[in-house]
């Protein structure tokens, strides 16, 4: 398990571990068959991935190389991947949409793909809120797809162009936010919607300011999936805040899948279910059906079937190889009110998804040249 520091998620890696032992395992998981092994990647670079992938691979003799990875570093992995004959199964909240010049036949993805949820909150926004909305991130948010993702979807919507404003960064004061000239020209002039992406404490900090702005309810406010999350809104509930975002899972859903996930994740662990345990669950789905060729270390046959597998998870259809096409996820757009004792969310839409390889990405490819190499939310 490749695993880079997150001070967002400190425990993301204990929650995808998990959340694989349960998939793997449809009763009480097998003690010593499955040995995980961590292996501390800094903040996710290139380099400290493939120092540690080769760590894993030449004196822990592992079979599987898996963890938080960022695109950016799974290519220096694959090489090594490839040339000693072992599968690589890798995680990410979809902050880059996949590259698709090179797809080895020996790596999987198990993603929550927030780009696709930007893009079609983007589009959703497009349609009903029409031109000229205007997004407020951070420089580090700003490094990755998923505001060109949203802008393309509100663009792709006829929702013409968005304004953006990075928030100045401060390098004595990282977590330090000047918004107030931001604000001033809000009021002064308001758009349509404003769109939010902050992570971590930045974006309830974000909230917090916001609602004293007197911008609350004056504009609409739509953030990105990772500011909607419950165990995030739960530190700002008493704020009674009313937000739209989207997402492709919820901790409530009532399908007979997403019901058995979360009983058997919260009485294992003690933890509310989250997304980390939930990407770890449905690789485990994928892997259970090959455990048997993993035991015996087929691994041509492993990847062959990797290729053309399908499972039926807590969030519906999911696939792991990129060429096979991607199940498109189901997108709900969801209108979010908070308070002291609960958060309300409520489907008001489904949203528009598209491949990871449409030519409408084509220019968010060429124009990204740049960017953040670590994982989102590895911060």
């Keep these: 398990m490749l695993t880079p520091y997150s001070g967002v998620y400190p425990y993301y890696g204990h929650h995808l571990s998990a959340g694989m032992l349960l998939g793997l395992y449809p009763g009480v998981p097998k003690r010593n068959e499955i040995q995980f092994i961590p292996a501390y990647t800094k903040l996710g670079d290139p380099a400290s991935a493939l120092e540690a992938a080769n760590r894993l691979i030449f004196f822990e003799q592992a079979d599987i190389v898996s963890g938080l990875v960022s695109y950016k570093s799974v290519q220096e992995i694959i090489p090594v991947i490839e040339r000693h004959n072992k599968i690589g199964f890798f995680f990410d909240l979809g902050e880059y949409i996949p590259w698709s010049d090179y797809l080895s036949p020996r790596v999987f993805y198990s993603s929550q793909q927030i780009w696709q949820t930007q893009y079609a909150l983007g589009y959703w926004a497009g349609k009903e809120y029409g031109d000229g909305g205007q997004t407020i991130m951070t420089i580090y948010e700003a490094g990755y797809h998923i505001n060109s993702c949203f802008n393309k979807g509100a663009k792709d919507a006829g929702g013409g162009s968005l304004s953006v404003h990075v928030v100045p960064h401060d390098k004595r004061a990282p977590k330090k936010m000047e918004l ?55 530190d700002v509930g008493h704020l009674d805040l009313e937000l739209i975002s989207a997402s492709t899972w919820n901790r409530t859903d009532e399908n007979p899948r997403n019901k058995e996930f979360v009983k058997r994740f919260e009485a294992m662990g003690g933890q509310l279910a989250n997304i980390f345990g939930l990407m770890g669950y449905e690789a485990g789905l994928a892997l259970k059906e090959v455990k048997p060729l993993l035991q015996k270390r087929d691994f041509e046959k492993v990847s062959s079937l990797l290729q053309q597998e399908s499972v039926i998870g807590p969030r519906g259809e999911r696939n792991f190889y990129p060429a096979s096409g991607y199940a498109l996820p189901v997108t709900d757009i969801i209108s979010i009110k908070t308070s002291t004792n609960n958060i309300y969310k409520t489907v008001v839409s489904q949203g528009k998804g598209l491949r990871f390889d449409a030519a409408e990405f084509k220019d968010i490819h060429e124009g990204s040249v740049s960017g953040w190499l670590n994982p989102y939310l590895c911060i």
């Design 180 to 234: 107030d000239d931001i604000f001033d020209k809000l009021r002064k002039n308001p758009p349509p919607y404003v769109h939010a992406i902050f992570a971590g404490t930045l974006g309830n900090d974000f909230l917090l300011a916001w609602k004293s702005s007197g911008l609350y309810k004056q504009i609409p406010l739509i953030v990105v999936e990772n500011m909607a999350y419950d165990d995030v809104l739960g």
